[in-house]
């Protein structure tokens, strides 16, 4: 399967594919989100989190441009790092914060705008595109490397009917 469709009917469809997510990642993963404001990224992105075992907050790194996760994903320690580029104001911004080094075979870097870093972000795994539709919301994953291809692979979701 390289890619996934389906229909979130409200927000604990959002929640159940995080968990989903959770479940079917792999270390050194970089996932892009797409969407407009307010299209459940960030929501999507703490239910990953929640799922994988962080139990304190979750807040989108909108000012701070990135927020690291340290979770168990299949008994092993991984660093999750939540990216929010939309404040960024060129990809410049992204290389002079050093942002570029945490992708890596270890890290789980999750995009939220990586539009807003352009060339200089390293290819996704996975793309993420959610649209709102309704009360609930459209969502669809692309494989793009065989990495991505393993975690759609891996996927175990019904969507919520």
Not at 23 to 43: E, F, N, S, V
Not at 75 to 100: K, T
Not at 125 to 146: I, K, M, N, P, T
């Amino acid at each position: 399967m390289q890619h996934f469709k389906s229909h979130l009917h409200d927000e604990a469809g959002t929640a159940a594919l995080g968990a989903a997510l959770a479940r079917a990642i792999l270390p050194g993963m970089a996932i892009y989100l797409h969407g407009d404001l307010g299209a459940g990224k960030t929501a999507l992105t703490r239910a990953l989190l929640h799922a994988a075992g962080h139990a304190g907050n979750v807040k989108s790194p909108t000012y701070t441009l990135s927020e690291p996760y340290s979770v168990q994903l299949e008994g092993r320690a991984v660093n999750v790092i939540h990216f929010d580029l939309y404040r960024m104001s060129s990809p410049e911004e992204f290389l002079d914060a050093g942002f570029r080094e945490d992708f890596n075979g270890d890290n789980i870097c999750i995009v939220e705008w990586p539009e807003k870093a352009g060339p200089v972000l390293p290819p996704p795994d996975l793309h993420v595109f959610l649209a709102v539709a309704g009360e609930g919301r459209d969502v669809e994953l692309q494989a793009s490397s065989a990495l991505g291809l393993s975690c759609l692979q891996r996927l175990k979701f019904a969507p919520n009917m």
